[in-house]
């Protein structure tokens, strides 16, 4: 008998309702989203009420994380805007963000196919990176000579000793509007990046410190301010882009304060290999990185397709 439940049994309360989309509003099919039953589509639209509330809440400090391929697409945009309206306060990524990032405010990425002859590409000094095509000299020669030019400057105003914060906020001021580094600089968001080493910039920080010996990164330095980032903030949240390590660095940083009280994780990766990419945002809670009464989701999804819904719905909701 349809639509018949007995009476006190608590978990039959919401029924799965059909998608009856009538208008040109984002807003709309995540409201339906929340009520659909569908499987990745709840958590999709439980993340985006969830980071609502938390850019709300003026009192949460907010981490925004994400991997360095994001960068190489157009979700670039995304990230960008998301740091040019301070959607966030600070910023934890991978040496390959400021590759692509410096790469393509001066040149351009292609567009190509998961499936192509990488041998031939190879012949071509074209770099694939997924289904993107990376001209040779719009990489390497090009993020050397542009940052080997920012380090020489700051050797000469005297720097000897940098934070990654540092170097990404004075790279970022040399950059144009396109770039998330330039408006991280602009709104004085910190950038740290954990593992500047593995990547075109950090090699190029090498090989600057092979002809200046008295020049290095202190990563302590960046560990200080992380420090007292968490530690005065009354709340704090994230918005986790891919896992690795800009994810489990902006957990771990977390647990000293007791926990985020806001989290949202997008991620591809199966959580029944063990790996940190794939375990959900519920485990962060054993290990004291994540508060037991947090709003927490993971949403299983492919990053650069979710993206541009998710804010639009963030943006959308501001304005009604």
């Known amino acids: 008998m349809t639509g018949r439940v007995k009476k006190g049994n608590e978990l039959l309360r919401n029924p799965v309702r059909d998608y009856d989309i009538r208008q040109n509003d984002v807003n709309s099919i995540f409201s339906s989203m929340a009520v ?12 985006v009420d969830i980071l609502r509330r938390m850019n709300d809440e003026k009192s949460c400090t907010k981490f925004l994380s994400f991997v360095g391929a994001l960068m190489s697409t157009g979700a670039r945009g995304i990230v960008r805007d998301m740091v040019k309206n301070r959607m966030c306060d600070v910023i934890i990524t991978t040496c390959g963000a400021l590759d692509h990032d410096i790469a393509r405010t001066y040149e351009k990425y292609y567009a190509g196919d998961f499936r192509m002859d990488d041998g031939m590409l190879l012949g071509k000094n074209i770099h694939r990176l997924g289904n993107v095509l990376v001209p040779m000299e719009n990489y390497g020669p ?14 000469k ?36 990046v954990p593992g500047i080493v593995d990547g075109a910039v950090g090699s190029q920080v090498w090989f600057f410190h092979q002809q200046h010996k008295d020049f290095k990164i202190d990563i302590l330095k960046d560990e200080s301010r992380l420090s007292d980032i968490v530690f005065e903030a009354k709340k704090s949240g994230a918005f986790m882009i891919g896992g690795g390590i800009s994810k489990h660095h902006t957990l771990w940083w977390n647990q000293f304060r007791g926990g985020l009280d806001y989290a949202v994780y997008i991620t591809t990766a199966p959580e029944w290999d063990g790996s940190l990419s794939g375990a959900l945002v519920a485990e962060a809670i054993s290990w004291g990185k994540v508060t037991t009464k947090a709003r927490q989701t993971t949403i299983h999804g492919e990053a650069t ?16």
């Open 142 to 155: 090009l993020i050397e000579e542009k940052v080997q030019k920012c380090l020489n400057s700051m050797y």
């Open 36 to 47: 659909s039953g569908g499987f990745e589509s709840r958590n999709l639209a439980e993340g």
């Open 157 to 192: 105003d005297g720097k000897r000793s940098c934070s990654t914060y540092e170097i990404t906020d004075y790279v970022g001021s040399t950059l144009d509007k396109s770039s998330f580094l330039y408006w991280a600089h602009k709104n004085k968001i910190p950038v740290i």
């Open 305 to 320: 397709t979710l993206l541009p819904f998710i804010y639009a719905a963030l943006e959308l909701g501001k304005k009604t």
